[in-house]
Structure formats: C-alpha cells, structure tokens
C-alpha cells in the first residue's frame, strides 16, 4: 500500500505533462544568506511592541469567539441537514453543495471581498470566520453523523416521528459531543486566521504584523508571533479540558 | 406493572388492533425478495411468534406492519388502516398506534432515559412542541409510568448507554409502551440478551399481552421461547408461510420443516 503511494507520487510529480514539480535544490544554497540574516533576527524578540499589540490582539481574540460563536448557532441545523441520517430527502444534495462552495473559496478572498464591502475593522473579519468555520463545522459534524450508528432513528420512525422529531431528541444528544469539540477547534483555528485577516484590513493583529514586517522589524514580528502562540495554547489547553468534560 | 389506569387487567384494551396480510410480496431495490406472497389473519389481543432463521423474511414480515418496509405488492392492513396505500403524516399516525422493540435495542445511548421513552409520544405531539423541548404534563406522566411497569422508574434521568443489555430492552419496551399502542410488534427481542434476562423480557411482553391486551408479535429463532410464551406461531422459510398453528403443541419435526435442517442445540435456549 505504502509502496503504491510512494510510486503514486513520484509519478505524478514528475509527470512532464504537468511539468513536473521544479525543486532547485541549489537554490537554497545560494539564498541562504539572505534568510539565516531574518531568521537572527527572528531569534531576538522585542519586547517594546508589546504596549501596542494589547488592543489588536484582544480585537482578534473578540473576532475569533463572536465568529466560532455564530457559526456554531448556524453550524448545528445544517450539519443536520448535510447528513444522510438526520435528511434521508434530496434536500441534502443542495445544502452539500453550498457547503463545499463556502469551503472552496479561500479566506482570505472572503476577507478582502468584505473589506470592500463592509469596510475595513473587525466586521468583515468576524463574517469571513463565520463563513470558514462553517465550512469546517458542518463538513466533520455531518460526517460524523453519517459514520456513526443511527438505530435509534429507526425506533423513532417506527414511534411515528417526524424526522426532525427524531432529529431534535435523540440525534441532537447523540450529535453533541462531536460538535462542541468541532467548535472548539473552529475557536483555536479562528485565533490563527484572524491574525492574518488583518493584512487586507479585515481587523485583528494582522494590521500589526503587516506593518511591522514592511519596516523589516523582526524582533517585534516575533515577539507578536510569541503572543499569539501563547493565546493558541492557552485556548488549546482550555479547549481539551472542556473536551474531556464533554465525554 | 402500572397499566391499571389505562385498561382493567385480563380484559383486552379497547383498541386492540386485528392484522391482516394478503399476498404480500416485498422486493428490495437490490433484487433480493423478502417475502414471496405471504398471507395470515391475526385476531385483535393474540400473542403469536414468528420463527425462522436468520434470512427467512422475518424482520421483513414485522417490518411491513409498521410501513418501515414498504410492500411491493399486496395489502397490509392493522385495525382499521391499510398501511400499504398510506404515507407521510397517516402513516406516522398508524405508526403511533404500532410499539416496537428491537434486537439492537435502538436507543439513542446519549440521550437520558427520559427522552429516549418520549420518544414514544412522538405522534401524539406536534413537531414544533418537540422542537421546542416541551413535553406536556401528561406526556410526563405517560412516560414515567411506563418506565415504573419495567421497573426502570429509577434510573429515568440516567443515561441511556449506561445500561445493561437487559436494561435497555426494558426501557424499549417503555418507550413503545408510552405511545399506548394498540399492537406490539417484537423483532428478535432477546437475541442480544443472556438467558435470564431473555426469559426475563419475554415475560414482559407476555405481561403486555395478558394484562393491557395488546395484539403481540415477536420475531425468535429459539423454539423453546416460542412454545413457553406464546399461543401461536407461525414459521417463516424463505419468505414463505411454512407453518401456522399453536405454539405449544409444535413438534420438533415441525421446527426442523420451519428451518429446513435437523434441530440443533442452538436451536433452544436452554433453562
């Protein structure tokens, strides 16, 4: 299995149809000067923008809960309509097909399109979330659901339920564990996304990291990246201690 | 068993449906025929066993009572309803009517107690009531006075999966129980269950049967059951009618012409 993979690749990379993958190896040798200098100075944090992140980076971490927050509330009525289980109609193609739409378009697209739209600030930011978390949520949810036993959807069509009877008490408690832990991962995603949202002014850290990379500041580019791996953990630490109580 | 409110013990409930089938045919999309033309009358309160192994249409011949699977051809009809010609709200309405229990018992393991029973009050509540989460006082009290006649009345607000094998057939028998319902249908109820626990919830159903009236059909494999807790019993054999008469008096010869094959130890269950 792994063999055939491995062949998979190797020949689709080097395909000359698809002009294969060009990888100069050389190339590395002859721009690493220009990194390695970056990278020092990646090395040297600099604490002295840290007055300035506070207000971007509690804008981003507001972005990220309010955009987890409202696709969570849209995320579980479709996941149930995605699903084969929870809409045995035809129905299901439809919103299927909407949902893998949203996820095709990339988010920094969403982003720039809002911008111009909305205008610049956090506004557009916490759409462009809602829109990606959707994506994600909705996808594993109703694929969880359609991998996951679902008897009890008999007993409740043979009790002469309606299926979104059915649905709302049994395939909700049976659901809920998959969606919190989806939604909390669509949380830890949404901190990173949205400090990158800021380059195309869509609010959140972004701004911040765009403008100190223009003026080559290093030191404060990764003192910022620092800050926001501190957040990713921290709401990943919290995030698993709420998974296990889920369970 | 607390059905003293809604039927005097021994004396059949008001409603219990009769079930008529004629000629019935069902054919699945994959080509496999579950039934070839079967056709039995079974009165209103009787409690019959359908026997067959494993493939002979048993699942198939309950299924076509409650319409989960459709006939092809032919004509189902239970109390007063032809569910063969009925669909979408008339045909939830007979389903109301209709208890059922399963081999894999069916609940929905994260669910509480509680909420897997009212799942039973489904055709008796409008759907946006259930989206609601509102269940009326009567409702309540339906629910838990069919888990107190299984004696489960304690662990109402447990959680479903947390439950023994046993357990969980008794609160599927509650759960059906709480549509008041005029027939109970039975699919291999006991086959995931040890003895005396199968002897157990067999007795439960015969006590359905005896005490609230309802017309009872279970589906087993094991002749010993059959003969023990039913009056008559009919013999599925690739989707035929082989055998159709009084339980307790079936010989073994009967038994090895409904399974087409000399009777095995695992025939019986044994105790």
Known sequence: MIVVVLIAITVITTLPALGGVHIDLGAIARNWANGSERIAKLFHPDPSILPRTWKPLLETLEMAVVGAALSALLALPLSLWAARPSNPTRSRAGVRAVLNVVRAVPDLVYATILVAMVGVGALPGVITLVLFDLGIVVKLVSEAIDSADASYMEAGHAAGGTQTQINRLTALPQTWPVYASQVLYSLELNVRVSSILGLVGAGGLGRLIDEVRGFYRYGALSMIILEILVVVIAIEVASNYLRKRLR | ?271
């Open chain 2, 1 to 271: 068993m607390g059905s003293g409110d809604h039927a005097p013990e021994g004396i059949p409930a008001s409603g219990a449906w009769p079930i008529h089938l004629e000629d019935v045919i069902v054919r699945y999309p994959n080509g496999v025929v579950g039934l070839r033309g079967v056709s039995l009358s079974i009165a209103a309160g009787e409690m019959v066993s359908v026997v067959g192994l494993s493939g002979s249409g048993k699942s198939t011949m309950i299924r076509t009572i409650n319409g989960l699977v459709p006939a092809t051809s032919g004509t189902v009809r239970v109390g007063p309803y032809t569910v063969n010609e009925l669909g979408g709200r008339r045909l939830r309405q007979v389903r109301g009517g209709i208890g059922m229990i399963f081999q894999g018992f069916n609940l929905a393991d994260r669910a509480s107690i509680y909420h897997n029973v009212l799942v039973g009050r489904f055709s008796h509540t409008p759907t946006w009531k259930t989206l609601l989460g509102v269940a009326s006082h009567t409702d309540r009290e339906i629910v838990m006075r069919a888990l107190d006649s299984v004696g489960m009345l304690e662990k109402v607000w447990g959680r479903a999966g947390a439950l023994s094998g046993g357990q969980k057939q008794r609160v599927a028998i509650a759960r059906a129980l709480s549509q008041e319902p005029e027939v109970m249908l039975a699919d291999e109820p006991v086959a995931s269950l040890d003895p005396p626990t199968a002897h157990s919830v067999m007795s439960d159903l015969k006590r359905v049967n005896t005490e609230r009236g309802l017309t009872v059909l279970v589906n087993l494999h094991l002749m010993d059951l059959a003969r023990q807790y039913t009056t008559r019993m009919i013999g599925l054999r690739a989707g035929e009618v082989v055998y159709d008469g009084p339980a307790s008096s079936a010989t073994d010869a009967d038994f090895e012409a409904i399974y087409g094959r000399p009777i095995q130890s695992r025939d019986t269950l044994g105790q």
